[in-house]
């Protein structure tokens, strides 16, 4: 089993920034894909970045030049940047992570991913 917990999640102002962390533990090693995503209330969860073991990353259109994914030479904390913070980033964020090597269509794809952190929650005020 693979572990997750997130953590970095606040209360800022619109053009503010945060950074998630996602510390994973157990049999991360199995892991090939990890990926941040995030459910706003009433909307479907969606991916807004993901990262391969060997360092392709992919996001989502919404959040290109915003967002940086990132994970640490151990490979055991991810990593989340939001920079420009807007209202519509306001969300419960989540980390995730998969078994398989996916490509970057896949790593913003939550149907692809076995494990998942409880969240950290992002309250972005105007």
């Known amino acids: 089993q693979v572990q997750l917990v997130e953590s970095g999640g606040g209360s800022v102002q619109a053009g503010g920034s945060l950074r998630l962390s996602c510390a994973s533990s157990?049999?991360?090693?199995?892991?090939?894909?990890l990926g941040w995503f995030r459910q706003a209330p009433g909307k479907e969860r969606e991916g807004v970045a993901g990262?391969?073991?060997?360092?392709?990353?992919s996001y989502a259109d919404s959040v290109k030049g915003r967002f940086t994914i990132s994970q640490d030479n151990t490979g055991n904390t991810l990593y989340l940047q939001i920079d420009s913070l807007q209202p519509d980033d306001t969300a419960m964020y989540c980390c995730?992570?998969?078994?398989?090597?996916?490509?970057?269509?896949?790593?913003?794809?939550?149907?692809?991913?076995?494990?998942w952190g409880q969240g950290t929650q992002v309250t972005v005020s105007s």
């Open positions: 995730a992570a998969s078994r398989s090597h996916l490509s970057a269509w896949g790593l913003l794809q939550k149907a692809y991913f076995d494990y």
């Open positions: 157990g049999d991360s090693y199995v892991t090939n894909s």
């Open positions: 990262i391969r073991r060997d360092g392709r990353t």
